[in-house]
């Protein structure tokens, strides 16, 4: 960190934060020079939930909190762990990186809602990956407890996508 913290820096650590929301990034570091043996690093990190919803598929991450310069990663992911969806037994992760889709197309109706009961190897979502579609199956037979994706959303390779019991 700079050896002469300002106001500027302060005002530019903010600026950062409101760039990370504004443009919807999760992560932004940035390294500022001032001149020999003397800078700034910044890292700012938002930490993303998922939160269930009411509604039968729709499911939305929400910010936790607002974005603000990290000074302890393992504090900040302690209480996310408590109730990791990934972790439960019955959770259906992704399988790849792409687009989730709960329909077979636009408009038709989706291939589970909570509360359906599934059996194994049914098709309970779509991922689209470089313009493939990829039906991705239940690992098992019962009924969907969660959805934990939203339509049309991205996911990551390991994401929870959904509960079934």
Same mark, same amino acid.
Do not use: W
């Given at each position: ?77 302690? +209480? ?14 992704? +399988? ?70």
């Amino acid at each position: 960190m700079s050896k002469n913290t300002s106001e500027a820096d302060v005002a530019f650590i903010s600026a950062l934060a409101e760039l990370l929301n504004k443009n919807e990034l999760t992560e932004l570091s940035v390294k500022r020079e001032y001149g020999e043996d003397d800078s700034l690093e910044v890292r700012v990190v938002k930490q993303v939930t998922m939160v269930q919803m009411a509604a039968p598929m729709a499911v939305a991450a929400a910010p936790a909190m607002p974005a603000a310069p990290v000074a302890a990663p393992a504090a900040a992911a302690a +209480p996310a762990a408590l109730e990791d969806p990934a972790q439960h037994p019955g959770a259906v992760t992704s +399988p790849m990186v792409g687009t989730c889709y709960m329909a077979a197309e636009p408009g038709a109706a989706p291939f589970v809602a909570i509360g359906s009961q599934v059996s194994e190897g049914q098709t309970v979502l779509i991922i689209e990956a470089m313009k493939t579609m990829n039906h991705i199956p239940a690992p098992k037979s019962g009924t969907v407890k969660r959805i934990l994706v939203s339509d049309g959303h991205p996911v990551e390779y390991g994401a929870p996508l959904m509960i079934i019991e």
